[in-house]
């Protein structure tokens, strides 16, 4: 690609496609030789207004619609790349009667002075809109957790908060905010997470569910001991808890399909599979239609906890505790309706 800086060869400076006047070319140890030489390379740098017309015609190649484009004259663009050409030495186009075309050095440069333009309008429209742009916040949730609780929500957000562009994504692992474009991500399980500060939103309860179809088939006290069990990856133990807990024979527990997808395993219910021991939290909606029922009144406490999490050099900013405070209202009144315990506590990791 055409450069139009000077670069640097043994003990002198010098400046490619012209010749180079004898006060430009000096030697490396006289620094201030350096300065002056410097200065006097500024002054060969073309004009704005000389690379926007070269733009053009070399985009159109007429010099009669670049001058239609940029309303000026024919003669203005024709000046403008004669002087161009005249200060870098080098012929940009070939001209004749029946059309003009770029020369292997012209569409070199270009290249080199589209990306240049390019690259200042994009810089000159950031600066511009960041005080006229709203406040953005990324949000990366668990994918069920984010359909099924956060998402119903955010209608009371975008309401109480009209002025901020969210942007809603999944994520299955944990990631470091470093490299992804994420500002707070909802988070299940303990408050370790590298460089993040950690808020604690609530606990999960999880309930034994079961289609109303499938549970008329048996007795009330014969369900879990005779009705299929579907597990969960994530949650591999939950069930052996829960018998545990009501004291029914521990064997019983491990039967059944293993889903590794929250979402799949609520529908597989639905259809009448098996029972699901699922968190309340995700299947709000099913059992207040009434197409899931609870099988029993005892629940599983689970020993972690949904977290919101930031960068710890963001907690502070005003879009972020705008979310945080509006997602522990959310989570304090779900959790006092459920049962659960709800908090602020806020921990970096």
């Known amino acids: 690609m055409l450069r139009i800086v000077p670069f640097e060869r043994q003990d002198w400076i010098f400046y490619p496609y012209q010749e180079c006047p004898k006060d430009m070319m000096t030697p490396k140890s006289t620094a201030n030789a350096r300065s ?24 159109h190649l007429s010099f009669t619609r670049a001058a239609a484009e940029l309303s000026v004259t024919q003669g203005a663009i024709s000046r403008q790349i004669r002087m161009l050409e005249d200060r870098i030495g080098q012929q940009l186009f070939i001209r004749s009667k029946r059309a003009l075309t770029l020369t292997p050095i012209g569409i070199d440069y270009a290249s080199a002075v589209r990306s240049l333009l390019e690259h200042a309008e994009s810089t000159m429209m950031r600066i511009f809109g960041a005080s006229e742009a709203p406040p953005a916040l ?36 944990p990631f470091m905010f470093s490299s992804n474009e994420v500002d707070v991500a909802i988070h299940f399980g303990t408050d370790t997470w590298p460089g993040a ?6 606990g999960e309860s999880s309930i034994a569910v079961g289609s109303p179809s499938l549970l008329a088939r048996v007795p009330e006290s014969d369900r879990l001991s005779r009705l299929p069990l579907m597990h969960h990856t994530t ?14 024979p521990v064997p ?11 979402y799949m395993m609520i529908q597989a219910a639905i ?11 995700l299947v709000e909606n099913e ?17 972690k906890a949904y977290w919101l999490v930031c960068p710890e050099e963001k907690a502070e900013q005003p879009v972020i505790r705008c979310v945080r405070d509006w997602l522990l209202e959310q989570a304090s009144t779900f959790s006092t309706a459920s049962g659960l315990a709800a908090s602020g506590q806020s921990r970096s990791s």
């Open 287 to 303: 059992l207040r239609s009434g197409v899931l029922a609870q099988v029993t009144a005892v629940s599983l406490e689970s020993d």
């Open 271 to 281: 259809s009448g599979l098996g029972l699901a021991l699922l968190p309340d939290l």
């Open 197 to 202: 500060n950690c808020v604690r939103l609530m």
């Open 138 to 173: 990324t949000i990366a949730t668990l994918p069920t957790f984010g359909s099924r609780w956060l998402a119903p929500r955010l209608t009371d957000f975008v309401a109480s908060h009209p002025d901020v562009q969210l942007t809603i994504t999944t994520y299955i692992e």
């Open 36 to 59: 002056l030489s410097l200065a006097s390379v500024r002054r060969l740098l073309p004009s704005l207004t000389a690379l926007e017309f070269f733009d053009a015609a070399a985009r």
């Open 235 to 248: 949650r591999s133990t939950a069930w052996l808890q829960l018998f545990a807990k009501l004291g029914l």
């Open 252 to 262: 019983l527990a491990l039967r059944g399909p293993c889903f590794d997808h929250f």
